[in-house]
């Protein structure tokens, strides 16, 4: 499944640099992202550890940032069953509250997330708390429109929608997408754009300046060779324990890109801990094995923990639409644990297993819509994944559970997503396939999903 030839971490020197097999020194540039456990937060009704949230140091700014980032791009909705229902600014505000109150200090949003919304509905939420308490991520998303002054507009934009008069942590946006190389320059480089974000840098509009990566490994080794001129102060890559050394289709294993970030003395922040969601809802099986280890514990815990352990990682995303994701986290992180070896290798098995399973590599970002058809695109797949997860997916119609599995996945596939938004209505315009930073050629899934699901209606043998 390793999508490309770069040296990665190997397993002994992932731990030395976890602090678990000696002291991590690499070089003289080596990251110092310390930890420190900061007691004096409200512990609440005591779902925290002890009310000790662990913090990561940034270096070029000596910010101490919470290890458990708050990822913006799926606030809770009016409607939860309706993609085109408002935010519920409410609930927004209670989550804000709740994960200040409990150390919870870095939000990351973007101008495209939550259907162009997110940015305004979290700058009220933190408009309400001292701008001393809160550091604010978001990005430069001109992902469309490569012009100069489309740029500057997006990035003047985001000081209005977010109420704030400098950013902390300003990104450019989905590195790696597109043709590569050619394409961020033409983002970024042709059109003056970055020099413009160097100078905002300099004058203090932003505090800390990187990207976030996705595709074309080139692309990143591009930016990095970039490092010595503009000093990048923190890069946002993809991290968990599955693409630690098996990431699929065009995305590359984390332990090379950490690996890469850690020498040049670049703090991570990490994307997608939990694979879209799916390293929380493992099968029955993999479920098990991690519970027998902590049977207190939550299966996504492990993966935070794992995306936490690293020296060199600054703070982690998590989109916690719900309070109990937010508490969960919580309290995985006040303080972390860092993984044992023991652990590790037990993840690395459970990665392993977990990649028999065919499910679709979608982490529901929504960057590929609105499909110009209507299609609920990230819906399909949803459903798709979790029929696999649930077991509600029958190889043959000679399986002895066919009927149930069949019905389950009819019924619920009309229930998740109307008949007309259904994979049926693809036309392959492959409009989609440029916008998605998992690479995936959504038509051709949605085809295999389709004729699945022909074959199930029509109840044929195969």
């Known amino acids: 499944m390793q999508t490309n030839d770069k040296k990665g971490l190997s397993r002994r020197e992932f731990l030395r640099r976890l602090g678990l097999g000696g002291v991590a020194v690499v070089g003289s540039s080596a990251v110092s992202c310390s930890s420190d456990l900061v007691t004096g937060n409200k512990t609440g009704n005591g779902l925290v550890g002890g009310g000790t949230m662990t913090y990561r140091t940034t270096p070029t700014t000596g910010d101490r940032v919470s290890l458990l980032g708050y990822g913006c791009m799926r606030w809770p909705q009016v409607d939860p069953t309706d993609r085109n229902s408002p935010m519920d600014q409410e609930q927004v505000n209670r989550l804000v509250d709740y994960a200040i109150e409990h150390g919870v200090n870095y939000f990351d949003t973007a101008p495209v997330y939550g259907r162009g919304l997110s940015e305004r509905v979290t700058g009220i939420a933190l408009k309400r708390h001292p701008r001393e308490?809160?550091?604010?991520?978001?990005?430069?998303?001109?992902?469309?429109?490569?012009?100069?002054?489309?740029?500057?507009?997006?990035?003047?934009?985001?000081?209005?929608?977010?109420?704030?008069?400098?950013?902390?942590?300003?990104?450019?946006?989905?590195?790696?997408?597109?043709?590569?190389?050619?394409t961020v320059k033409k983002r970024f480089f042709d059109n003056g754009v970055l020099e413009f974000l160097l100078k905002e840098r300099e004058a203090g509009r932003i505090r800390n300046l990187g990207f976030s990566y996705h595709g074309d490994v080139k692309a990143f080794d591009y930016l990095l060779s970039l490092h010595d001129q503009i000093r990048w102060d923190f890069v946002q890559i993809q991290l968990n324990y599955v693409d630690w050394k098996h990431a699929g289709r065009r995305n590359t294993n984390a332990d090379y890109l950490y690996a890469e970030l850690w020498k040049r003395g670049i703090p991570s922040v990490i994307m997608e801990p939990l694979l879209g969601g799916r390293l929380a809802s493992l099968n029955e099986h993999l479920t098990q094995r991690l519970k027998e280890r902590r049977p207190e514990e939550s299966v996504a815990s492990w993966a935070f923990r794992f995306a936490g352990s690293p020296e060199g990682v600054l703070t982690v995303l998590s989109g916690m639409t719900y309070l109990e994701h937010l508490e969960d986290n919580i309290r995985t992180y006040s303080p972390l644990e860092p993984c044992s070896e023991a652990e590790l290798t037990l993840l690395?098995?459970?990665?392993?297993?977990?990649?028999?399973?065919?499910?679709?590599?979608?982490?529901?970002?929504?960057?590929?819509?609105?499909?110009?058809?209507?299609?609920?695109?990230?819906?399909?797949?949803?459903?798709?994944?979790?029929?696999?997860?649930?077991?509600?997916?029958?190889?043959?119609?000679?399986?002895?559970?066919?009927?149930?599995?069949?019905?389950?996945?009819?019924?619920?596939?009309?229930?998740?997503?109307?008949?007309?938004?259904?994979?049926?209505?693809?036309?392959?315009?492959?409009?989609?396939?440029?916008?998605?930073?998992?690479?995936?050629?959504?038509?051709?899934?949605?085809?295999?999903?389709?004729?699945?699901?022909?074959?199930?209606?029509?109840?044929?043998?195969?």
């Open 348 to 462: 690395e098995d459970t990665a392993q297993r977990y990649l028999r399973y065919p499910l679709i590599g979608c982490t529901d970002c929504l960057y590929c819509m609105p499909c110009p058809y209507g299609l609920d695109i990230p819906g399909i797949f949803k459903h798709y994944n979790k029929c696999i997860n649930e077991g509600n997916v029958s190889a043959t119609s000679g399986d002895a559970d066919y009927r149930r599995t069949r019905r389950a996945f009819l019924v619920g596939y009309d229930r998740a997503v109307p008949r007309l938004r259904q994979a049926a209505h693809c036309i392959g315009c492959r409009e989609c396939v440029a916008h998605c930073p998992q690479s995936i050629d959504i038509p051709a899934q949605l085809r295999k999903i389709d004729a699945y699901v022909e074959d199930l209606r029509q109840g044929k043998e195969f």
């Open 133 to 182: 308490k809160y550091f604010i991520a978001t990005k430069l998303s001109n992902m469309r429109d490569f012009s100069r002054e489309g740029a500057l507009a997006m990035y003047r934009k985001s000081f209005e929608e977010l109420q704030v008069d400098y950013i902390d942590y300003y990104l450019l946006h989905s590195i790696g997408g597109g043709d590569g190389i050619p």
